[in-house]
């Protein structure tokens, strides 16, 4: 036990040991590019990139394409010259995100409650006559007694605006037998140290996709539209693990 407790502080202070040196080296590195512009990365191959991953997408299904005879016309084509829409697995597409949403909502709840009960029987047991006894402290002088009182005032009231405009290429992921589409898209951008999320999903028409190939995110069904961010300053903006266990769990 004792040398365990020992080599806890000299696993401790070890660790704080390479800590400091790793900021050290970096503040070193910091301080030699004062006054001078930040270089810029080489150019390389991100196939070599330690953790490369490639991308893998559904893809249709392979069709070979046949002609008539003595025609430019060819099987399985929408229209006579080549149609630029997404209208199967794997295309892309542009969704123009518009979502305003404004709600003013409130609402007040009063309610009261009083209740009183009483026997009427003044003497109970004989408690009179059993005056200056220790029985008289403990037997009650009427026989039933009760009031009650209760009240409850509620109010709530929401008060919400929002306003997100912002565009995203989805994929195609799946085609439904009635010819509807389903697609999926996500963007994220890095600033700094927070990243900004952008998830768009539904089930849109090829009908509704514009000529321009976009198509407007109210006419997709069963949308799903989430932004969002995550790194340093969403930390700092959410509650402490600590307190949102304790939101759940305390009852007041």
Not at 132 to 147: E, F
Not at 240 to 246: A, E, I, N, P
Request: aromatic share 4%; glycine share 8%; with cysteine.
């Amino acid at each position: 036990m004792a040398v365990s407790r020992c080599a806890r502080p000299l696993a401790l202070i070890a660790v704080l040991g390479v800590a400091s040196l790793a900021g050290g080296c970096a503040s070193i590195d910091r301080l030699s590019s004062i006054g001078e512009k930040p270089a810029l990365a080489a150019i390389e191959n991100p196939t070599a990139q330690p953790g490369y991953k490639p991308v893998q997408m559904p893809m249709p299904r392979p069709e070979p394409a046949s002609y008539n005879a003595n025609s430019l016309w060819r099987n399985g084509s929408r229209a006579f010259f080549k149609d630029q829409r997404a209208h199967q697995i794997g295309d892309i597409l542009t969704v123009t995100v518009n979502f305003t949403d404004k709600a003013n909502i409130a609402n007040e709840t009063q309610r009261s409650r009083t209740n009183k009960e009483d026997s009427g029987v003044s003497d109970f047991a004989g408690s009179k006559l059993l005056a200056g006894t220790a029985a008289a402290s403990v037997l009650p002088g009427r026989l039933l007694t009760a009031d009650s009182t209760a009240s409850s005032d509620g109010k709530g009231s929401v008060q919400r605006q929002e306003n997100l405009q912002t565009s995203v290429a989805a994929v195609v992921t799946q085609l439904l037998p009635n010819g509807n589409l389903v697609v999926e898209g996500k963007q994220e951008i890095r600033v700094n140290f927070e990243i900004r999320e952008l998830i768009v999903a539904g089930i849109v028409r090829p009908e509704d996709i514009q000529s321009d190939n976009t198509i407007d995110s109210s006419k997709i069904a069963q949308a799903r539209i989430a932004y969002g961010g995550r790194g340093q300053i969403t930390d700092v903006q959410q509650p402490r693990y600590g307190q949102q266990v304790l939101d759940v769990l305390l009852p007041f």
